[in-house]
């Protein structure tokens, strides 16, 4: 079968204009047979010609999120691995039923995630750099706490201008645009900043650069939520040390959340983990395995013992 055959822009019209309260994409086996199956061949398409054009200048990785409850961030997307604070390529098919959103378009060009006073310094630079020009469609948007800021500049097509496209015309769009924005960024990088104040400003500690980290923080940003790298770093280097890690801190401040994205980080099959409930005065492996009930002679098991069998 060739790729023609295999992307059906008619089909991600369809997707793209789905109801995200339809039942057949509430579950994760129907998400990725429904949504997946769709979108996935345009964008390895996509990946397969932006080498093709520019070989070693970028390596992707995939990112899906299904929110069906929220009816927010649902999404098949392709990021460029890079250093997650600074500005990288992407292309991204949002799956949402509100037209007026940016969310319900594909879009391809310059991404950037990160703490909003971040997004925003990044963005005036890039303006004073000639990165973003004046006729450029640009969509900057804060979500909730803990969600930081987004920026996206490049080319947005609607369900119906991707439903028009052949599938080899779209795929070039897409292409052209990853290459423009790759260039626009290299050319960007390669100039040093002419003010020798400038240089010797003091710059933040933040951990060092390693494929792991960049990995995990590029993942995290690109379901929704930033987490400091010195905190990722630090959070992987203890479970490396130890596979036992106590999080403290108020409610509400992500820890959960962590616990539960490096997890699926590191194995997105969802029967490879368990999430287990247990009271703050916790003292006994009840909440852990279980225990059998004298009174009615059965076990009761909990989901981490089912795991763990």
Known sequence: MSDDQTIDTQALNELMRRPLDDPSLLDASAWRETVLAVTRPLLERVRQEFARKRPGQAEFSFSDRSDIK????????????????????AVSIGLDDRTDEHTHH????????????????????????????????????SGKAFSGTSLCAGLFLSPEEVSQAEPDELVDQIVDTLVEWGDRLAESNERQPSNSEEVAQPREEVAPSTPIIDRLESFMLARGFFFPRDLLASYYLALQSKPFVVLSGISGTGKTKLAQLFSEFMNPEPMSRAFVPVRPDWTDPRGLIGFHHLLTGMYHSTGFLELLL
């Open 106 to 141: 594909l879009f391809a060009g310059l991404y950037l995630w990160g703490r909003k006073d971040h997004i925003e310094e990044v963005h005036s630079n890039l303006k004073r750099q000639g990165v973003l020009r004046p006729d450029d469609e640009i969509y900057q948007k």
């Open 70 to 89: 929220s009816r927010r961030q649902n999404y098949d997307s392709m990021f460029a691995i890079e250093d997650s604070g600074s500005p990288k390529v």
